[in-house]
């Protein structure tokens, strides 16, 4: 889709500032501007399956929610039953016509993960697409049951593993990462992925993470492709969620009225996996517009590293 | 002096400035091709074809290897009207999305990438190529920076053209 030039500057202007694009102002302005990418047709999903993992809490519920709305049999991925069964019977409750369906996987664990994979896989034969929202901020570093760091398990380690074993059923789907702007002030670190240096920071482990899910897109992409399977990663913006009231309540006390509600946090998320024909894929998405994976040059990672953090990834997830 | 890099920064030649060279001259570019992922691969993956697509190489040839992981080729090409030799040795090799060469000689530390996706009935394909100088070489990066998009293109068009061939 091709925008006017000024429309172009003024979005990057917004980007750049982070404070005006990231904030529920920065969407109402892009949304209101000409070229706005069109909303998927009503009835997209219609019939299809897919997938959201972390759907009981924030982003989660709201993307579970815009696909129900576009049509799609959604199944709610959650780690906790209970939870999940209340978000489910609330979603049911605002929409009578939804077709959900519970199930339980941790994602930081990859044993659990394989389990989940094997007993949805072989209920549907055809996915058209993973959500792969779950997320967590540790507070202390903390390892999985695998032994990789935390944010690296929930983000990436268990993303990977899942989409991999669900490859068959995703032939000519989608698939979405829920990355982090947080993600622009970290490097790639290839020689440190299970963050064994220096002082633990949450907001670093995490923002690391974060980096990690957009560097080896691109690898992933091409590997993906083979099946037809699109992928994609996006950042929501800053949406005011029980994750940000948990892991950043300054943050949240500062910045509350301009913060983002749920769905206007998941709104690109559910476009992407909506919209027709398929986005271009191995790309970093923002408000249903891709956006660069880095704006100041000294996060870019070399080749070299790129190569190691890849190597990581194949052993971590068992990439043959 | 290091210059700050808030993240207001226009994206300028940054590497030219003493002491903030955080990343290598890097170009990239990404393609379509009529040729499907695995026969790309196999063309590309055996980097004594350059002499084909790299309108830089005068020769290359395969000193040792299978052509997978560890096979290590040796490159002639001109640049700017030099002469160099150059031993590349194939660091990655996944049929058929990921190549990666490594290139060496005393003044010169490159990386060539090759990412291939499926894209319709044919490729997408991403070439990377990253350069580092060492020792006096090293004052040719900007020189060989400026000159990049133009050597990028030339490259590109060759190598397209190649691709289209083998569909
Ligand atoms: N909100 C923002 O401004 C913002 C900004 C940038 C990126 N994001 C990203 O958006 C995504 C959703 O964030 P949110 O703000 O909605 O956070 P949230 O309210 O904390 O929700 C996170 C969800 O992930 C689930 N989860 C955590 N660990 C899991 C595991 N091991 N297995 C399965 N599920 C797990 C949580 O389950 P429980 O319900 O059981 O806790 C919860 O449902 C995250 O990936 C986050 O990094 C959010």
């Not at chain 2, 700050?4 to 030649?13: E, L, M, R």
């Not at chain 2, 691969?41 to 040792?64: I, K, N, Q």
């Amino acid at each position: 889709m091709s925008r006017p030039l000024p429309v172009r500057a003024l979005d990057t202007v917004l980007d750049r500032s982070l404070v005006l694009g990231y904030t529920t102002i920065g969407l109402r302005v892009r949304q209101a501007l000409p070229g706005w990418p069109a909303d998927p047709a009503p009835d997209a999903l219609a019939g299809r399956d897919v997938l959201v993992t972390g759907a009981s809490s924030g982003l989660g519920i709201a993307t579970a929610e815009g696909l129900a709305a576009l049509g799609a049999r959604v199944h709610l991925v959650v780690r906790d039953e209970a939870k999940g069964g209340r978000v489910l019977d609330e979603i049911a409750r605002r929409r009578p016509d939804a077709e959900l369906r519970l199930w339980r996987c941790d994602v930081g664990d990859v044993d659990d993960v394989r389990r989940f994979a094997g007993e949805v896989g072989a209920e549907l034969p055809a996915i058209h697409a993973i959500v792969h929202n779950a997320g967590v901020m540790p507070p202390e570093r903390a390892e999985s049951a695998q032994g990789h760091e935390l944010s690296m398990a929930v983000h990436v380690v268990g993303p990977v593993v899942m989409t991999e074993a669900l490859r068959p059923q995703l032939e000519g789907g989608r698939v979405v990462l829920v990355s982090s702007g947080g993600m622009y002030g970290q490097a790639l670190r290839a020689d440190d992925p299970a963050y064994r240096r220096g002082t633990y920071s949450p907001t670093t482990a995490y923002a690391r993470s974060k980096r990690m899910q957009v560097e080896m897109l691109p690898l992933l992409a091409d590997r993906w492709s083979l099946g037809g399977i699109t992928a994609a990663a996006m950042h929501p913006g800053w949406a005011d969620t029980p994750g940000v009231k948990e892991s950043l309540p300054r943050f949240r006390s500062i910045t509350r009225p301009v913060l983002r509600d749920d769905a206007q946090g998941a709104d690109t998320s559910v476009w992407l996996v909506g919209t027709e024909p398929p986005p271009a894929t191995g790309r970093f998405w923002h408000d249903r517009v891709r956006r660069l994976a880095h704006i100041v040059p000294t996060t870019r990672a070399g080749e070299a590293d790129r190569a190691r953090a890849w190597a990581w990834l194949e052993e971590a997830a068992g990439l043959g | 002096m290091r210059r700050p890099y808030g993240v207001w920064a226009p994206p300028v030649a940054w590497w030219t400035t003493p002491g903030v060279m955080p990343v290598k001259p890097t170009v990239t570019r990404t393609f379509t091709t009529t040729a499907p992922p695995e026969a790309v691969y196999d063309y590309l993956c055996d980097f004594s074809h350059a002499e084909e697509w790299d309108p830089g190489t005068l020769s290359c040839e395969r000193v040792s290897g299978d052509g997978g992981v560890g096979t290590v080729y040796r490159n002639v090409s001109s640049f700017l009207g030099r002469t160099s030799e150059i031993t590349y040795t194939t660091v990655e090799a996944e049929r058929p999305t990921r190549i990666h060469l490594t290139g060496t000689n005393e003044q010169f530390d490159g990386h060539d990438v090759l990412g291939i996706r499926s894209h319709g009935t044919g490729s997408e394909v991403t070439y990377t190529a990253e350069f580092s100088f060492k020792g006096a070489a090293r004052f040719a990066a900007p020189v060989v920076a400026a000159y990049l998009p133009l050597l990028a293109r030339r490259t590109i068009d060759e190598l397209r053209a190649h691709l289209d061939g083998l569909a």
